[in-house]
C-alpha cells in the first residue's frame, strides 16, 4: 500500500507547551488506528522535545521548520541541524517560502546540505509567488529544484518536495491551487526530477501539495492532483481541522 505523508507545519500557530502537548497526544491515539498515514510534526524549536516526548512509540515523525546553513560552530540564535537530529529531530524543512523572503538559493542549498551532513531527511519547498500566462513559473520551480538539490546525494538521505504555490498559502480552501493546475506541477516536478537524478529515483520520490489545504479540498487534491501527500499549516494547528484531513485521506 503506498503511504500518504501528511506534515503539518505549526508555523507559530502552536507557542504553549500544554498545546503542543495536547495536539500531538491526541494525533498519537487518532493515528495508532490509521495504517495507510505517515505523519510529521513540525513545531517550533522550543516546543520540539515536549512534541518528540509526546510522540514517543508511535509512528508521528517530528520536524524542524528551519535549519541552520552551519552544522556547529560560532553561529548566535541558528538551529544546528547536528543538534536537531541530536534531539530526535528526523524531518528537516527547507526553502519554505516564509522563510525564502530572508534566505537566498545559495544559502538554501547550503542548508540541505547541512541536513545532509546531519543524517536529517529533506522536506524541500518550492513554489512560485504568482503564475504567468507564458509559463515562466515553470522554470522558476525548476531553478529552485536544481539549486538547492546540485549536490544532493543520489542515496542514503530521504527526500520529499512541497510545492507550496505562495498565493495559495494561507488563504480559503477555494483558493487553494486547482487539482488539474496540480497535477500538471506534479508531473513537471517529476520530470525536474528525472534530469536530477536517475528515472528510479525520481519516481520513488513523495511530491506533497501544500496551501490552504484543509478537510474540504484534500480528498479531490489527493485524487486528482497527482500528489502523495500534504504540507499542511493552519489546518494542522488543531485537532479538529487536522483529523478532518486525515479521515479524507485514511484508507
Ligand atoms: P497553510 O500553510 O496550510 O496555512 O496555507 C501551508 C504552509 O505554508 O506550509
Redesign the pocket.
Known amino acids: 500500500m503506498k503511504k500518504i505523508l501528511i506534515a503539518g ?1 505549526w ?1 507559530l500557530y502552536v507557542t504553549e507547551v500544554e498545546d503542543a502537548k495536547n495536539l500531538a497526544s491526541q494525533l498519537k491515539r487518532k493515528i495508532s488506528k490509521i495504517t495507510n498515514i505517515d505523519t510529521v510534526l513540525m513545531p517550533t524549536a522550543p516546543l520540539i522535545s515536549t512534541v518528540s516526548a509526546a510522540v514517543k512509540k508511535s509512528s508521528i515523525a517530528v520536524g524542524a521548520q528551519t535549519v541552520s546553513p552551519f552544522l556547529d560552530g560560532a553561529h548566535t540564535g541558528y538551529e544546528s541541524a547536528a543538534a536537531l537530529k541530536s534531539a530526535g529531530v528526523k524531518w528537516a524543512l527547507v526553502g ?3 522563510r525564502r523572503a530572508q534566505e537566498s538559493e545559495d544559502v538554501i542549498q547550503a542548508q540541505v546540505q547541512a541536513a545532509v551532513k546531519a543524517g536529517l531527511s529533506v522536506m524541500l ?1 518550492v513554489g512560485e509567488a504568482e503564475r504567468d500566462p507564458q509559463g515562466a513559473h515553470f522554470s522558476l520551480i525548476e531553478r529552485q529544484l536544481s539549486s538547492a538539490l546540485a549536490h544532493f546525494p543520489a542515496k542514503g538521505t530521504k527526500l520529499v518536495i ?1 510545492y ?1 504555490p505562495v498565493w ?4 480559503s480552501a477555494a483558493e487553494a491551487c486547482k487539482p488539474a493546475d496540480l497535477e500538471e506541477m506534479s508531473i513537471f516536478i517529476r520530470r525536474a526530477l528525472t534530469e536530477l537524478f536517475d528515472r528510479t529515483a525520481a519516481t520513488k520520490i513523495p511530491i506533497l501539495y ?4 484543509d478537510g474540504s479540498n484534500v480528498h479531490e487534491l489527493l485524487t486528482q492532483g497527482g500528489v502523495s501527500g500534504f ?6 494547528a488543531n485537532a479538529k481541522s487536522l483529523f478532518e484531513i486525515i479521515d479524507a485521506c485514511k484508507a
Open positions: 507545519n508555523k519554505h517560502s516564509e519547498c512541497a507550496e495559495a498559502i494561507g488563504k501544500g496551501g490552504s489545504v504540507l499542511v499549516g493552519r489546518a494542522s
